[in-house]
C-alpha cells in the first residue's frame, strides 16, 4: 500500500474505534511519526490530508520543516528532548509531547519567550514506571501540571505516554485516562500502529501512528547524536 492508501485505512480504523467507544471520531487528531523516513513520504502524506507530523529527534524535526516548508504542517517534538537543545525546538517545534521535568518545562518556555512565540506542550507520563524510560513519574504528574500553567510561554495541553512493550496497553491507557481528569488536562496522547484503536477505546485524542502509515523504517538511523 501506498502512504495515501495507508493513510485512508488508518482513519477508517480510527473512525471505528471511534464509534465503537461512542466517540466523535473527529475528537481524535492523528499525527504521522516520520522519524527516519524521507522527505518525500512525508509529503505524500500531506497530499494525503495528514497535517501533523512526529519526530524523534529536534535536528531531524528542523531540516524536514524546511525541505517541505508548509506552513499548515504542525510538528510535535516526540522523542526525548535535551535543555540545551530547548533553544532550538522552541523555534522550530509547535508542540513538544515529551516534557519530562520542570528543568526542562522552564527552559522551553524561556526560549519561546524569547523567540516570540508560544507552543503546547504535553507532559510525558512514565506509566508503567520503567527505570529506562522517560517522563514524570504518575504521582508526580498532578504538581508538574500546576507549575507549567504558570509559564507564559508554553501552554500545557495535555498528558502523553509510551506504555511498557509486550505488556497488555490497557490498565495503562486507563491508568493516563485517570491522571487526566485529575489534573483537569484535555488530551491524551496515546497509542501507536500496535495499540492506537484501544488507545483511542480508553480515551486517546491524539494517536502517533508511524509504521501502519510509512512501512517499516529505514534501519540506517539517520539520527544526529
Ligand atoms: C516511533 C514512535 C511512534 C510511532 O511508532 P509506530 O509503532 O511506528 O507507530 C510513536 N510515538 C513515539 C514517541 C515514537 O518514538
Not at 126 to 141: C, D, M, S, Y
Request: proline share 4%; charged share 25%.
Amino acid at each position: 500500500m501506498d502512504v495515501a492508501a495507508c493513510v485512508e485505512n488508518v482513519r477508517s480504523r480510527i473512525a471505528a474505534a471511534a464509534k465503537r467507544a461512542g466517540r466523535d471520531p473527529d475528537a481524535v487528531r492523528l499525527v504521522a511519526v516520520s522519524k527516519y523516513q524521507p522527505v518525500a513520504l512525508v509529503q505524500e502524506a500531506v497530499h494525503a490530508g495528514v497535517s501533523d507530523f512526529g519526530e524523534n529527534y529536534v535536528q531531524e524535526l528542523e531540516r524536514k520543516r524546511g525541505e517541505l516548508s508548509i506552513p499548515m504542517v504542525r510538528w510535535h517534538l516526540v522523542g526525548h528532548l535535551q535543555s540545551n537543545k530547548a533553544r532550538v525546538a522552541a523555534t522550530v517545534a509547535n508542540v513538544v509531547q515529551s516534557v519530562d521535568s520542570e528543568k526542562l518545562a522552564l527552559e522551553l518556555s524561556k526560549r519561546c519567550e524569547q523567540a516570540g512565540r508560544v507552543i503546547d506542550i504535553f507532559l510525558q507520563v512514565n506509566i508503567g514506571r520503567e527505570p529506562q524510560k522517560g517522563g514524570v513519574l504518575p504521582e508526580a504528574t498532578r504538581a508538574l501540571v500546576a507549575r507549567c500553567r504558570d509559564l507564559s510561554g508554553v501552554r500545557l495541553v495535555g498528558l502523553m505516554c509510551i506504555p511498557p512493550a509486550d505488556m497488555d496497553a490497557r490498565p495503562f491507557f486507563r491508568a493516563m485516562r485517570g491522571l487526566a481528569e485529575a489534573a483537569h488536562v484535555e488530551q491524551l496522547s496515546m497509542g501507536m500502529s500496535d495499540d492506537f484503536e484501544l488507545a483511542i477505546e480508553e480515551g486517546a485524542t491524539l494517536v502517533r501512528v508511524g509504521t501502519a502509515i510509512f512501512g517499516a523504517r529505514p534501519q540506517v538511523e539517520a539520527a544526529p547524536a
